[in-house]
Nanobody, 119 residues
Framework: QVTLMQSGGGEVQPGGSLRLSCVAS????????TDWYRQVPGQEREFVAA???????TYADSVAGRFPISTDNAENTVYLEMNSLKPEDTAVYYC?????????????WGQGTQVTVSS
């Protein structure tokens, strides 16, 4: 079992920056990747960025170059630094841990945090 606790988010003007944090606890050794997703009401959840245990990183085209993802392994924390924010980045952001136990894969989710970009 993995528990994810998110923090950060809030409201910012266009062009501003925010940082999201996702702290993992529990069976963290089973985690092989951590992802960030976002969701706008009425729309499907959208992939934002991912980082694997080995450090491989993937970004959605819409955030590449603006939203660097990073980890602090000592703190079991994954960060999403959101820069040059746009109104279309407004959404609820979720972190997700991809875990493997034996031959079974599991997804664990954080509680979500609202990001609002508005002037």
């Amino acid at each position: 079992q993995v528990t994810l606790m998110q923090s950060g988010g809030g409201e910012v003007q266009p062009g501003g920056s925010l940082r999201l944090s996702c702290v993992a606890s529990g069976s963290i050794d089973t985690i092989y990747a951590t992802d960030w997703y976002r969701q706008v009401p009425g729309q499907e959840r959208e992939f934002v960025a991912a980082i694997t245990r080995s450090g491989s990183i993937t970004y959605a085209d819409s955030v590449a170059g603006r939203f660097p993802i990073s980890t602090d392994n000592a703190e079991n924390t994954v960060y999403l630094e959101m820069n040059s924010l746009k109104p279309e980045d407004t959404a609820v952001y979720y972190c997700s841990a991809d875990a493997r136990v034996g031959v079974n894969d599991y997804d664990f989710w954080g509680q979500g945090t609202q990001v609002t970009v508005s002037s």
